[in-house]
């Protein structure tokens, strides 16, 4: 029997500061299914279980790659440990013949956790280099407490204030992942033990989501860090202002439009379609502008649409193409419903805040300027590149 890899995320249906927080969205992506995609990034994970009560957590975990343990009432209210669920996964799967070798446990409130550094801190304990490993950041922050009304350093001197080269860091745990020898832990019962070592990770990265504020910072960093990645879709749906366009126009003496556009963007279209990539146009308003520039294009347009999101679900189920197989991009407020219907929501640089937080990238390129052609060199570029999970 090989001895596995296991990832385990405990994730459950009740929560007080955030309801629903592990199937809240960010980047388009539910927590959830974020820290699934994570382990099965890592490269060193054989199997990826999440711990739940709850049978909607259980559905888009499940669609993600991920295998259910199903945790008892009696550890699944506020008081429970993440331990009590782990310890429980681990007899669970002891009971389906998986012999667990590594145990990697991903904590979904942390919506960033870096793959790469969680496949070093599996190797760590998989080689015998450590027992348990951890994520943590560096730090060089100066902490104090207070006691009485007196504020008093902690771990400092106060009266001596060394320039940051000059110190040496201090490290916080992030809360992303612990990775520690399965037979270990249920000896101590805890995640730390033995020879233990410390994975940085970025300091960007180091978010966990316990408010809707932090959800809300996760939310806006989200399409930022994500920024980088290649695009895995097969269909491209635009906006049209803002997106083709720099969202300005021209108005001549008769009152007819007149917008620029970007000669970059029609080789993009058309590098699309000559992959066989479906490229949409879809537009609130009724503008002859964007009917020419669609002839142009070669591409169908979808004109005067109060319900981008309706519209958009219903070219999709003829198109035959999954929803979360689409990129859609946008840039205002009337583009939301339609980033959030699909798997991949993106915006260009100068969105609206709120459009913004429901993306999972940002262009680098603005609207106009060549951002269609960047999206669609990106999703080509997808096509000879292993990808790890849609939504």
């Known amino acids: 029997m090989r001895r596995e890899t296991v990832a385990i995320v405990p994730a459950r249906g009740g929560s007080k500061g955030v309801p629903r927080k592990n199937v809240a969205q960010v980047g388009g992506i539910p927590l959830v299914v974020r820290a699934v995609q994570a382990a099965r990034a890592s490269g060193r994970v054989h199997r990826v279980v999440v711990s739940t009560d709850d049978t909607e957590i259980a559905d888009i975990a499940g669609a993600a790659g991920a295998e259910i343990v199903w945790r008892p009432a009696e550890i699944s209210g506020d008081l429970a440990s993440s331990e009590a669920a782990l310890l429980h996964a681990l007899d669970e799967l002891a009971a389906r013949g998986v012999e667990v070798d590594v145990l990697a446990f991903l904590q979904a409130t942390s919506p960033f956790i870096p793959s790469e550094a969680l496949g070093r801190a599996c190797d760590l304990v998989a080689s015998g280099e450590a027992d348990s490993a951890f994520s943590a950041r560096e730090s060089y922050e100066f902490f104090w407490t207070e006691n009485d009304g007196q504020a008093l350093a902690l ?163 003829s198109a035959g193409v999954p929803l979360d197989r689409i990129a859609y991009v946008g840039n205002d407020v ?29 262009l680098t390129r603005r609207g106009g300027h060549g951002a269609v052609r960047e999206l669609a060199e990106r999703v080509l570029a997808a096509r000879t590149t292993p990808q790890e999970g849609t939504r």
């Open 155 to 317: 771990g400092h001197d106060a009266a001596h204030r060394p320039r940051r080269q000059d110190r040496d860091p201090a490290y916080v745990e992030t809360g992303a992942f612990y990775v520690m020898r399965a037979d270990g832990f249920r000896e101590a019962r805890h995640r730390f033990f033995g020879r233990t070592r410390i994975v940085e990770v970025p300091e960007a990265t180091a978010i966990e989501i316990d408010t809707p504020d932090e959800l809300a910072v996760a939310r806006a960093l989200a399409p930022v860090l994500g920024s980088a990645a290649s695009i895995d879709a097969l269909a491209v749906v635009t906006d049209f202002d803002g997106v083709h366009t720099d969202d300005t126009a021209g108005v001549d003496e008769y009152g007819e439009e007149h917008v620029r556009v970007s000669r970059a963007d029609g080789m993009g279209v058309r590098m699309l379609r000559e992959a066989g990539i479906p490229v949409l146009i879809l537009s609130t308003e009724r503008n002859a502008v964007v009917a020419a520039r669609a002839r142009k294009l070669g591409v169908p347009v979808i004109q005067n649409s109060e319900d981008k999101r309706a519209a958009l679900e219903t070219w999709a189920a």
């Open 334 to 362: 009337n583009d939301i419903g339609a980033l959030e219907a699909v798997g991949w929501p993106i915006v260009v640089p100068g969105s609206h805040p709120l459009a913004a937080a429901a993306a999972r990238v940002q």
